[in-house]
C-alpha cells in the first residue's frame, strides 16, 4: 500500500522539474494523476512515463491561471479518475530577471495571474469539492522567495509571498471541513525554470559553486521537492494545516555569513 492509494490527484505544472517529479512519485504512492500543463506534448510525456512505471495517469494541456481550465481539470478528474482528493497547485513562471524601473504592468499581472491567481483557482475549485466530501489535501508551490529577498524577481517573489498567504487564510476558510493546505517553498532546484542559471554556471564551469549559501552546499532535485509534497499530500500530513514548509538545503536558516573553512 501506497500513502496515497486510491486517492486522485490533480498535478498542475507536470509538464517539467518538480510537477513531472511529484506526478510520479504521487503514482508510485497509488495516486490516479491527472497530470495538467500548458506544454501539452511535454504533460503527455509525463504520463506516459507514469504509465511506464506501472502508474495510472491522464495528461491534459490546459492553463492553471484560467479559471475556466481549472473548473475543467476538477471536472475531468472526477468524472473521469473518480474523485478529487489532492490537488498540487504548483504551476508557476519565474518572469525573468527584470529590473525594477523595467517591470511592466503587464509583467506584473501574467506572473500574478500564473503564480497565485493560479493557486487561488485551484483552492477555489477543489476545494469545493473537497469540502463537499468532508476530506483533501491542497498542495501549492511557494517559493523561498516568497520568504525574503534575493531568490528571485520583484514579481516573482511577491506572488509567492501571496501564495504563502493564500495557505494561511484558505486554512481558516476551511475549518473544520476536513480539508488541509499547505505551501512546500523549494530552494533553489534544477528544473527547467533554473536552466539559465545551470547553463551559465557550466559554459563557465563554476557549476560546484550553485547551492553553495545554503548549509548544505548544494542544490535541490525535483524529487526532494515531491517528497514533500506526497508527504503533505498523505495522511502522514494528518496534522500539518496552513503551513508554508521551505525545503532549501537549509537556506532560509541563516542571515548572510562568510563561511569559515572546517
Ligand atoms: N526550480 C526552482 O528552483 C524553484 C524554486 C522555488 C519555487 N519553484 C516553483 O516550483 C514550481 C515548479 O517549477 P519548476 O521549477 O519545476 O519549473 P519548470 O519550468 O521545470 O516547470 C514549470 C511547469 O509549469 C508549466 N506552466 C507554466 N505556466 C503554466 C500555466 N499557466 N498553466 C499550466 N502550466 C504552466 C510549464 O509549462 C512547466 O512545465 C513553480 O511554481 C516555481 O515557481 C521553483
Known amino acids: 500500500m501506497g500513502r496515497l492509494t486510491g486517492r486522485r490527484a490533480i498535478v498542475t505544472g507536470a509538464g517539467s522539474g518538480i510537477g513531472r ?25 509525463t504520463a506516459r512515463l507514469v504509465r511506464d512505471a506501472g502508474g495510472r495517469a491522464i495528461a491534459m494541456a490546459a ?3 484560467s479559471e475556466h481550465d481549472v473548473q475543467a481539470c476538477v471536472a475531468r478528474a472526477v468524472s473521469e479518475l473518480g474523485g478529487l482528493e489532492v490537488m498540487f497547485a504548483n504551476a508557476g513562471v519565474s518572469g525573468g530577471d527584470v529590473a525594477l524601473d523595467d517591470q511592466t504592468v ?26 463537499a466530501q468532508g476530506r483533501g489535501s491542497i498542495v501549492c508551490t ?10 528571485g524577481g520583484t514579481p516573482y517573489s511577491a506572488s509567492k509571498a501571496g501564495v504563502i498567504s493564500l495557505v494561511q487564510t484558505a486554512a481558516n476558510s ?19 525554470m533554473t536552466k539559465p542559471v545551470f547553463d551559465y554556471a557550466r559554459a563557465r564551469g563554476s557549476t ?9 552546499l548544494r542544490y535541490g ?3 526532494e521537492i515531491a517528497a514533500m509534497a506526497a508527504f503533505l499530500a498523505s495522511d502522514d500530513a494528518s ?18 555569513f562568510k563561511r569559515r573553512r572546517q
Open 106 to 131: 503587464e509583467l506584473w499581472q501574467e506572473v500574478l495571474r500564473v503564480n497565485l491567481i493560479g493557486p487561488f483557482l485551484a483552492v477555489k475549485h477543489a476545494g469545493r469539492h473537497m469540502r
Open 239 to 256: 496534522y500539518v494545516n496552513g503551513q508554508a514548509i521551505a525545503v532549501d538545503g537549509g537556506l532560509s536558516s541563516t542571515h548572510p
Open 221 to 223: 532535485l525535483p524529487h
Open 63 to 65: 492553463d492553471a491561471g
Open 174 to 192: 476551511f475549518a473544520g471541513t476536513g480539508v488541509r493546505i499547505n505551501a512546500v517553498c523549494p530552494g533553489l532546484i534544477e528544473t527547467g
Open 21 to 45: 517529479a511529484s506526478a510520479l512519485l504521487f503514482a508510485q504512492e497509488g495516486a490516479a494523476v491527472l497530470a495538467v500543463d500548458r506544454a501539452a506534448d511535454a504533460v503527455e510525456e
Open 142 to 151: 511557494a517559493s523561498v522567495a516568497g520568504l525574503r529577498a534575493n531568490a
Open 208 to 216: 560546484d559553486r550553485i547551492g553553495q549559501i545554503n548549509p548544505m
